[in-house]
């Protein structure tokens, strides 16, 4: 049985299920335990800060839930889909390019193979808000948990005048 999961493994890997869609890392801020564990890695939840990589001057934070324990220690535990996001605009906003309703903006693997976390990107062109969704999926069952947050696009620092995200969804 172990040769056919090492294939799988290969295979979700080459279809890209465990890579993030942009290459970015993102940047761990804290963790915090939530559960002790005698002798082996405590659960924890854990924030992390991401810059979106198409819209210059927007950044979210997300928190997940790690679980510790051996399964958490040597990789193998499924994590919940319980995650937190929070985006806010950190400076002047510049578009890089086009971008679709929903595109990723960042991807990352909650499983061995089968389960990812994706955070999202859409524009409210009515408000010229952009919103951002993160929630989990699996393979073959998904997870209705999710979260979201939107982001006012506004002037910043001497310009009045804050871009339309209108005009940057294909």
């Known amino acids: 049985m172990k040769p056919f999961a090492a294939l799988l493994l290969a295979a979700a890997l080459g279809l890209g299920l465990g890579a993030p869609a942009i290459a970015q890392e993102p940047d761990l801020i804290f963790k915090k335990s939530t559960v002790w564990k005698f002798l ?10 991401i810059d979106d990589p198409v819209v210059e001057g927007v950044a979210c934070h ?24 929070a985006c806010r605009q950190i400076g002047p906003i510049a578009f890089k390019g086009k971008f679709d309703q929903g595109d990723v903006v960042y991807r990352e693997s909650r499983s061995l193979i089968f ?12 408000r010229n808000v952009l919103v951002y969704l993160v929630y989990s999926d699996k393979l073959i069952d998904g997870s209705p948990k999710n979260s979201t947050s ?14 339309k995200c209108a005009d940057f969804v294909k």
């Open 40 to 49: 082996t890695p405590d659960d924890k939840l854990a924030t992390y800060g």
């Open 62 to 85: 997300y928190t997940v839930p790690e679980r510790g324990g051996v399964k958490g220690m040597v990789g193998i535990a499924e994590e919940v889909s319980d995650i937190s996001i």
């Open 115 to 126: 389960k990812k976390m994706q955070i999202v990107r859409g524009c409210d062109v009515k």
């Open 150 to 163: 939107t982001v006012p696009i506004m002037p910043w620092g001497a310009t009045n005048e804050a871009p």
